[in-house]
């Protein structure tokens, strides 16, 4: 997969160099090109911004860097033929990033991220490019950072970790909280590593029973035990179909009641240790 980055702050993508998605490049895997905007500005002072049309606070991103960059590096791509780009545009208005959306940018062969800074880009870079090619206005969450970099590198390593062969295990993402598909979106629960005991604390019985179907039921009641705690919207979402008998004994224990939708839903609060 081909990756490029336009921003004012190159250094800020150093960490692409690091870890799960450096060593995915340094494996000819992912193919992560970062230009600096401002080599696309003719003025002596390199402004890649101005101020609002219409009034208002903040700035705004001017179009000809912006256009003279992606058209240069487009057509490089396109020449060395990497196949359908698609733009990338990390914005607090976006849709949100989820896991699906992770796993439909990691099927694409070439992604083109805009992060900006100050109020954002004049719109009609996106509609200019979006004549050609798929857009993806994308947020990270329902806060405003100061930029979109720290979001590029977040849906970076979201994507990075779903193409063939840059996790060791092929298996280990299908478990993934959130993975598409799953049985349920549940959250996945604890887990633990040696020593048995720690500080005093010790490791629930059962992962040491060698049962694989009792492990594998408690790890299951976890998950709806830590769903329940931290994100109930999720069980509130799920068709009540994906809930065995004994998922729907825990989600009794845990308050939450069968609806003749087909959904749970919880009056009480939860008995939640
Ligand atoms: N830029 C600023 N805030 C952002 C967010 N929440 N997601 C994506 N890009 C952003």
């Excluded at 160099?17 to 992912?30: D, T």
């Excluded at 979106?185 to 029973?209: A, C, F, Q």
């Amino acid at each position: 997969m081909r990756l490029d980055v336009v921003t004012i702050f190159p250094e800020y993508l150093e960490p692409l160099n690091v870890s799960l998605v450096g060593k995915a490049r340094a494996r000819g895997q992912l193919d992560v090109h970062v230009h600096d905007l401002r080599q696309w500005t003719y003025d002596r002072h390199n402004t890649v911004d101005d101020t609002p049309y219409g009034g208002g606070p903040g700035m705004v991103m001017k179009t000809e860097p912006w256009g003279d960059c992606l058209d240069e590096l487009l057509a490089d791509g396109y020449e060395a033929g990497v196949g359908a780009p698609a733009l990338v545009v990390p914005t607090p208005s976006g849709r949100p990033f989820t896991q699906e959306l992770a796993v439909e940018l990691s099927e694409r062969p070439w992604l083109v991220f805009t992060p900006a800074r100050y109020e954002g880009i004049d719109r009609r870079v996106m509609d200019e490019y979006a004549t050609r090619m798929p857009v993806y206005e994308v947020s990270i969450g329902d806060y405003v950072l100061a930029g979109g970099e720290a979001a590029v590198l977040v849906i970076t390593e979201a994507v990075a970790r779903l193409l063939p062969g840059v996790l060791g295990n092929a298996e280990s993402h299908r478990d993934d909280s959130f993975a598409p598909g799953a049985m349920a979106n549940l959250l996945e629960g604890p887990v633990y590593t040696k020593p048995p005991e720690w500080r005093g604390h010790g490791i629930p019985d059962v992962l040491l029973s060698g049962h694989h179907g009792k492990i594998a039921r408690w790890r299951r009641d976890e998950a709806l035990r830590r769903t329940t705690a931290n994100r109930p919207d999720l069980i509130e979402r799920c068709d009540a179909a994906v809930f065995d008998k004994k998922d729907r004994e825990m989600l009794s224990i845990l308050g939450w009641e069968p609806e003749p939708g087909g959904r749970f839903w919880r009056k009480r609060e939860a008995v939640e240790e």
